[in-house]
């Protein structure tokens, strides 16, 4: 548990401080230095620890291609292909929005836990609770943010679109984890999807000159926020970690139940940091959110 709550706290923090990257710089480029950071985090603690492939398990593994793709392949490639849906959806709505559904990623993750490895989850009245009470809370946030956003509704509605097929791409990666992990450690897990989107942000660096949130077309390499890039990548690095570790020894939907946390963090903290002002339906979605938390933990000592 300690492990899942710590992942939605970083993943909370990063959030905010990835908004104050992107309002200074482009979004690949940005991409791109965070995910270097958080790549050799994750790189020096495998040669820090001695993990590796298969290392630490109870039986080794015999490695070959079909074996790397089986455990490697889905977490990678849901994990690019999410944050690519999610840059894409960043081109059509409004931060505000597209981060309102993403918060639903926990949710996610436990509809596909639910959908592929059903046996796996112990379904009580707190459970489901919690379920109908985060549903509810995230889902007054939604409504929120798509009313901010009236003009070019079309165009909304493809990030809509965008968003949502990331949420559930991210899902689908997320419940890969607990059976990837059954063949290697989660540092090794965690550094494949990092070096993953590293790969993808310098491609995409290289072929598109793009900026999908920035203030200025064009930013000079002294004004690139270095320090900020530095806190995010390197908190991202910790936050897959502790990710990994909370799916090695969590089942995956009480992975995304506290991940829900997150967004109850991201609204306290953009209250009491960033003095962003909360209307009452703010408040109300928020304690239903954080009502949801005391009910799931609370159904684990039923």
Same mark, same amino acid.
């Given at each position: 548990?300690?492990?899942?709550?710590?992942?939605?706290?970083?993943?909370?923090?990063?959030?905010?401080?990835?908004?104050?990257?992107?309002?200074?710089?482009?979004?690949?480029?940005?991409?791109?230095?965070?995910?270097?950071?958080?790549?050799?985090?994750?790189?020096?603690?495998?040669?820090?620890?001695?993990?590796?492939?298969?290392?630490?398990?109870?039986?080794?593994?015999?490695?070959?291609?079909?074996?790397?793709?089986?455990?490697?392949?889905?977490?990678?490639?849901?994990?690019?292909?999410?944050?690519?849906?999610?840059?894409?959806?960043?081109?059509?709505?409004?931060?505000?929005?597209?981060?309102?559904?993403?918060?639903?990623?926990?949710?996610?993750?436990?509809?596909?836990?639910?959908?592929?490895?059903?046996?796996?989850?112990? *379904? !009580?009245?707190?459970?489901?609770?919690?379920? /109908? #009470?985060?549903?509810?809370?995230? &889902?007054?946030? =939604? +409504? @929120?943010? %798509?009313?901010?956003?009236?003009?070019?509704?079309?165009?909304?509605?493809?990030?809509?679109?965008?968003?949502?097929?990331?949420?559930?791409?991210?899902?689908?990666?997320?419940?890969?984890?607990?059976?990837?992990?059954?063949?290697?450690?989660?540092?090794?897990?965690?550094?494949?999807?990092?070096?993953?989107?590293?790969?993808?942000?310098?491609?995409?660096?290289?072929?598109?000159?793009?900026?999908?949130?920035?203030?200025?077309?064009?930013?000079?390499?002294?004004?690139?926020?270095?320090?900020?890039?530095?806190?995010?990548?390197?908190?991202?690095?910790?936050?897959?970690?502790?990710?990994?570790?909370?799916?090695?020894?969590?089942?995956?939907?009480?992975?995304?139940?506290?991940?829900?946390?997150?967004?109850?963090?991201?609204?306290? *903290? !953009?209250?009491?940091?960033?003095?962003?002002? /909360? #209307?009452?339906?703010?408040?109300? &979605?928020?304690? =239903? +959110? @954080?009502? %949801?938390?005391?009910?799931?933990?609370?159904?684990?000592?039923?």
């Amino acid at each position: 548990m300690i492990w899942a709550f710590a992942a939605a706290i970083s993943f909370a923090a990063m959030d905010l401080l990835w908004r104050r990257v992107l309002m200074q710089t482009g979004y690949w480029k940005a991409l791109l230095f965070r995910s270097t950071f958080s790549s050799v985090l994750l790189l020096a603690l495998i040669v820090w620890t001695g993990q590796g492939l298969g290392q630490g398990l109870e039986e080794a593994v015999p490695w070959d291609a079909k074996a790397v793709i089986r455990v490697f392949g889905i977490p990678v490639l849901t994990g690019v292909g999410g944050l690519l849906l999610f840059s894409l959806a960043l081109r059509h709505a409004p931060v505000h929005l597209v981060a309102a559904i993403v918060n639903l990623t926990g949710l996610s993750v436990v509809f596909w836990n639910g959908w592929l490895y059903p046996e796996q989850i112990e *379904w !009580s009245g707190w459970l489901i609770g919690s379920l /109908l #009470t985060a549903f509810t809370g995230l &889902a007054i946030w =939604l +409504v @929120l943010s %798509s009313k901010l956003q009236r003009s070019n509704e079309g165009k909304m509605a493809w990030g809509l679109v965008l968003s949502v097929l990331a949420v559930l791409t991210w899902g689908r990666g997320y419940v890969q984890y607990a059976e990837s992990l059954k063949e290697t450690d989660a540092l090794t897990l965690a550094a494949s999807v990092e070096l993953g989107v590293f790969m993808m942000a310098l491609l995409l660096t290289v072929i598109s000159r793009s900026q999908v949130i920035s203030r200025a077309q064009s930013q000079r390499w002294n004004e690139t926020p270095w320090r900020l890039l530095f806190l995010v990548g390197t908190g991202v690095g910790f936050a897959a970690w502790a990710l990994c570790m909370a799916f090695d020894e969590w089942p995956a939907y009480k992975v995304g139940m506290v991940t829900l946390l997150t967004p109850v963090l991201v609204v306290s *903290w !953009s209250a009491l940091v960033a003095k962003e002002k /909360l #209307t009452m339906a703010d408040v109300v &979605a928020f304690l =239903l +959110v @954080l009502a %949801s938390q005391v009910l799931f933990v609370w159904s684990e000592w039923d």
